[in-house]
């Protein structure tokens, strides 16, 4: 190898020497011979292959190559001369041994690279000798031998308008030029001549001297081509339809992206080409992509030249198209069906060919066309993403994008919007924070419904002071009307965004039934907070004021201040409702929570078994042990809650907080510093008892969330049923009343009876805010009886009798509020009918959020009404079908016994549906839709809890018929109910009822009259 080496260094050396030789022979032959290159080339060639031939003669052989590298390194002391010269007759030990010497040596075969002296000195003799003859005879090198000057041409062809430039080198003195051809002309000799003009043809320059010739040179001067016109075909786009355009001499051209021109020249050169963005173009026509400057590039002879006349050209682009998700707006989570409706809006300034949305999720993708019009500018529609076919898991996540494509082929599309399946655990916690903050809100709007009633009380108090309305007085109450007004849009516009929040929620995945109850009563108790009686009480106090009537201002200041009592109590109740709500949220959220900490921890300790302790276990671990302290945290914060309101659970929750959860996160910490510390067993050892105590913890939490909701609903049962028996207690009380013939007892009797009802009423409130499932018609019959023993107890005439039918009523209602509450879910063949209810509700209440966020986008200026109106129009449709369905379930349940209930829930939702079809075919997008959409699907659910009640009554048990014949009442009894019933019907209040309400009351009667 050492002598490879070496011999490789010498072969490089030879080489440099060799091309050093070359050049001096160049600059020998060229100071020789400094007019015959030739003889430079051969010189170079001949003097270095002869030097390099030497070179490697001396370098190639071994013998030659050890004695140079033995002498380049005086170490070696002649080892490698004697393992090359004994290498084919010693024996391997003694060669063994030099090998040894030489290496310990250690030659340096770089040493062989040297260029030798005399390479340089022939060098520098050569660039010597070059320099003195060019310094001796510099014409020698700028002309021929025995020739004082050389002449020759910047053009050997020109335009004969331009002329052409002669130039003289070495020594022009005495010199002349001689032009022969079309024309003849003598120059004066110089180092710069110009021609002139010149006739055009075939000219031939002589440079003389005297009478000699000392060079010449053929020239060609020849006529400059001009452009006579331009004829211009320029064709539009295809999607623009391809029409082609003639234009003559244009100067300019505006054409849309896409389209062509095809030029026809008109010129007198031999020749034309067009010229864009520097480069020559292959034929007559040009695709237009960009704005540029087109040039024509004419031909004469042997000679191009550029005409002035220039085509500029502006294209209008073709951008790509833009394309947006207008619904939903941002990530969402996956709806129990696992179908999400995307709807799509797309814009391009030449035309659409295709809009379509695709999505990805657990590796397989999936697309959906929207069908649009090839060509149109902007273009609408949605598509449903299915999911159901990709086996999405609770913490799995879908990514769903839309795309358009123009008429050119561009694509564009819209960020990824996530879809996730939600665990349990983000139900829960979803539903905690929006029952939360709807109780903040709900607080909040209650403190401005009492500052606002202070006020109303102030301006009703100086209004029965004064004789007439003042201006001032005027003003003040339109004041408080305004505010009024405002709060009750507040309220509306707040009720109805948490009910669209949770029906969104109902709509998830959700495997509990008892969060779907209260989805469902939350919904309710949305509906309930704003009446029709608030805003007609608004509206009459307007007319009022409008008319300065002072009598009919106070008359409807007190109605508002009325109803503006009960919104502030049903405010109240929904706030505290709502805080509950929370608060068993909260307590599921933490069970869950807990669960699944355990799982992580588990997980992780399996991790820890295969990987070792290590820094990224300690940091997982670590982060388990943060989330274990927060989740011990929040029990305790709602631990102090629930000791706050007498709840005994919140004494276990803190119990339970200070003990598993205390040692869970002691656990969890102890684990860190072991990983940290890489001490693996003791590690496990700590991560397992902190799954187990989370093990423990989680079903503490279960057993206190399902003990919460219990004790909750025993309390509420309690309560209910002690109304109910005071009810019937006071209502028992009424023959008893109707004996007394004394006036003074009897207004005496009737006024303790108004105090017992009034009592009730104060219950009734509480357990309102412990329940939404109780119906606003108690309210009404209990205020109703109050009123009647009012008035009797002031003397005036009404019978004892209704207030007792009123009290009746009460407790009936209550009883079905009971029963109700009692309920859970169903378990006859009625299932299906609310399976399908439940599927028909869910259907109508994506409807209505599609409308009210159309109705949103359209107000905003985000789409335009006519892509509203094609928007309704695809909406109809979807009602129509929902309609349907309705007839074909009312079909299939005409002749079911159990279904009387569901009938006279499901009465008029028909023909809503085919009031808001009608609406929306003729585009009408307005709050009397949103309004109507609503009845629907309050409608809906009250048939779900028409059905539930029916279900789980505990009397619907079946009994053997046994024969009866009622007995028909006597005449005079048949009279005085009749006349009963007839006073009962006009001295009903039905203006506390809704207007569905009211048709089952008059019909009530009707039946009651008719018997």
Known sequence: MILLRARLFAIAASVCEALLVSSAATLAGAALFPV??????????????AWLALRLARAVPEKRVAWALERANPALSEYLISWVELRASADERLLSRLRERIKSARPSCAKLFRISYRVFSLLLVSASLLCLRV?????????????????????????????????????????????????????????????????????????????????????????????????????????????????????????????????????????????????????????????????????????????????????????PPTVRIIQPQSDVYLPDDERVPVLVQAEDDIGLASLAVSWEAKG?????????????????????????????????EALVWAEATDTRGQKSLTPSIRVRFPSMEEIFGLSAEASQSASEKAGDLKAQAEALAQKMEEVSDILKSSRELSWEQKQRIESALTEAQQLAQEV???TQEMGLKFQELSQLPNYDPELLEKFLEVQKLMNEVMTDELWKSLEELQKALSTLDKKAVEEALKNLQL???????????????????????????????????????????????????NPQLAQKQEQIANEINSLKESASELARELSQEGEDEGKTLQELSEKELAEAAQEAGEAVQQLSQGNKKAAQQSQSSAAQALRKAAASLGSASCSLTEGRKEKLLKAISALRQEVIFVAGQVPDMQNLRDEKEFRARAKAMAEAVRSARGRLDEIAKMTALLPPKVYAYLLGSQRLFEFMAEGQSSDPDEAMAELNLAALALFETQQECQCAGSSTGMAEAMKKLAEMAKAQGEMNSQTQSLLQMLQQGGITPDMAGERLLALAAEQ????????????????????????????????????????????????????????????????????????????????????????????????????????????????????????????????????
């Open 135 to 319: 310094g001796l005879s510099p014409s020698d090198f700028l002309a021929p031998p025995g020739k004082v000057g050389f002449l020759f041409a910047e053009k050997t062809a020109f335009f004969a308008d331009e002329g052409t430039r002669l130039f003289l080198v070495g020594k022009p003195e005495g010199t002349r030029i001689l032009l022969l051809g079309p024309e003849r002309r003598e120059l004066p000799a110089q180092q710069r001549i110009e021609t002139g003009r010149l006739v055009p043809g075939r000219y031939r320059a002589i440079l003389l001297f005297g009478k000699d010739t000392l060079s010449s040179r053929d020239i060609l001067a020849v006529e400059r081509p001009y452009l006579k016109g331009i004829k211009v075909w320029l064709r539009q786009p295809a999607v623009m339809g391809g029409r082609e355009a003639e234009i003559e001499d244009p100067v300019s051209i505006t054409a849309h992206q896409g389209g062509a021109l095809r030029l026809s020249l008109s010129h007198t050169g031999d020749s034309a080409i067009l010229i864009w963005k520097g480069k020559p173009l292959s034929g007559m026509s040009l695709s237009l992509e960009e704005d540029g400057v087109l040039e024509v590039a004419l031909k004469k002879g042997p000679l191009w030249t550029k005409s002035p006349r220039k085509l500029e050209l502006s294209v209008i682009p073709d951008n």
């Open 364 to 396: 397989t993708r999936g697309t959906a066309a929207i069908p649009i019009k090839p060509g149109v500018a902007d273009a609408s529609g949605q598509a449903t993403v299915s999911l159901s076919g990709t086996n999405m898991l609770p913490g799995d």
């Open 36 to 49: 015959i290159p030739l003889i430079w080339l051969v010189a170079a060639l001949s003097a270095g292959l």
């Open 492 to 494: 509306s516009r707040t």
């Open 880 to 1011: 129509e079908a929902l309609r349907r369905q309705l007839e074909a379930l009312q079909e299939a349940l005409k002749n079911n016994p159990e279904t009387k209930g569901l009938e006279r829930a499901l009465e008029g939702a028909e023909e809503e549906m085919k009031k808001v079809e009608d609406l929306m075919r003729q585009k009408q997008l307005d709050e009397e839709l949103l309004k109507k959409q609503q009845n629907i699907y309050t409608r809906l659910l009250e048939a779900q809890q028409s059905i539930r009640k029916q279900e789980f009554n505990p009397e619907r048990e079946s009994e053997t018929a046994k024969p009866y014949t009622p007995a028909p009442p006597k005449p005079s009894d048949r009279e005085a109910i009749r006349k009963s019933l007839l006073q009962s019907a006009r001295s009903e209040e039905f203006w506390r009822y809704p207007p569905e309400m009211q048709k089952l009351i008059k019909a009530y009667y009707r039946t009651l009259l008719e018997y």
């Open 563 to 613: 109803n503006q009592e009960e919104l502030k109590k049903r405010l109240e109740r929904t706030e505290e409702l709502l805080k509950r709500y929370a608060q068993e949220m909260r307590l599921k959220n933490l069970a869950a929570e807990a669960e699944r900490l355990a799982a992580e921890q588990e997980a992780l300790e399996t991790e820890t078994e295969a990987k070792g302790a």
